[in-house]
């Protein structure tokens, strides 16, 4: 079996991860770009100031995933991290979004991120919930109704929330 690897997203990434971007937003399910989000909005989400982002590829080959970094707030809430993940549907199921989970941890920790905040994970994408949990995250806060589902019409939002680092060594 051909291994995955995990890597910071270049240029020549970009066909690949609009395609996949593309196939998740279409669906309406998980995701709140509009299905009218073009090409250049997909970009600017994955590649625009400020965002690192990275992606899973099997033998350098086929891109299984991709994920970003970004701070969750400017200023005096610049120590939280935000992150966003995608997984190709044909990848999904074998332990890529773990992986990118850890990945994106290890490297909120070492850009300096203190927590990890996720503030919009809807309530019925029940596999992105569970993974979240499973890695130390919390259900913080629920948005009643504030998601507008492609199948099922309003659904919650959830925002999750976790230290990186134990606060009694953050810096002053």
């Not at 905040?117 to 806060?141: D, E, H, I, M, R």
Request: with cysteine; aromatic share 12%.
């Amino acid at each position: 079996m051909k291994e995955i690897e995990l890597r910071p997203a270049v240029e020549a990434d970009f066909d690949a991860m609009w395609a996949i971007f593309q196939v998740l937003v279409a669906a309406g399910d998980t995701y709140t770009f509009d299905t009218g989000a073009t090409r250049e909005d997909c970009h600017a989400y994955w590649f625009g100031p400020g965002v690192q982002s990275f992606v899973a590829v099997m033998g350098s080959e086929r891109l299984l995933g991709m994920y970003k970094l970004v701070a969750n707030q400017v200023g005096h809430g610049n120590h939280v991290a935000n992150a966003s993940f995608m997984v190709d549907p044909a990848a999904q199921g074998v332990g890529v979004g773990r992986m990118m989970g850890v990945h994106c941890m290890e490297e909120a920790r070492r850009a300096g991120f203190l927590a990890m905040q996720f503030n919009f994970v809807v309530s019925t994408n029940l596999a992105a919930v569970t993974l979240w949990k499973k890695l130390g995250f919390t259900v913080v806060g629920t948005l009643p109704m504030a998601y507008r589902h492609a199948q099922l019409g309003y659904v919650d939002a959830y925002v999750m929330y976790q230290l990186l680092s134990d606060p009694m060594q953050w810096p002053a």
